[in-house]
Nanobody
Framework: QVQLVESGGGLVQAGGSLRLSCAAS????????MGWFRQAPGKEREFVAG????????VYTEAVQGRFTISRDNAKNVVLLQMNSLKPEDTAVYYC???????????????????WGQGTQVTVSS
């Protein structure tokens, strides 16, 4: 069992930055790829970024490439999403996600998720 709790969302002007944090509990956290998804009003939940269990490989959706950075600290059971140069279209509820142990970051990108956090709202004003 893995429990995920997000924090760090809020309201920011376009061009600004936010850092989301996901605190994880559970013995298998460090063996799982982790990631972030988002869901805007009226849209389906979409993959944003993923990181392998070791932190050595990251993947991003094209819309955030070069602006967002995902990282993890297995000693602290934390996954971070640094979001820079935010745009109004980044407005969404952001969810932390844990992949199945064998899935990897590529599996996350295909929607393979074992556990979800409750989500944190990010609003970018123009």
């Amino acid at each position: 069992q893995v429990q995920l709790v997000e924090s760090g969302g809020g309201l920011v002007q376009a061009g600004g930055s936010l850092r989301l944090s996901c605190a994880a509990s559970g013995r298998t956290f460090s063996s799982r790829a982790m990631g972030w998804f988002r869901q805007a009003p009226g849209k389906e939940r979409e993959f944003v970024a993923g990181v392998t269990w070791s932190g050595g490989t990251t993947v991003y959706t094209e819309a955030v490439q070069g602006r967002f950075t995902i990282s993890r600290d297995n000693a602290k059971n934390v996954v971070l999403l640094q979001m820079n140069s935010l745009k109004p279209e980044d407005t969404a509820v952001y969810y932390c996600a844990a992949a199945p142990s064998a899935a990897g970051a590529s599996g996350l990108r295909r929607g393979m998720v074992d556990y979800w956090g409750q989500g944190t709202q990010v609003t970018v004003s123009s």
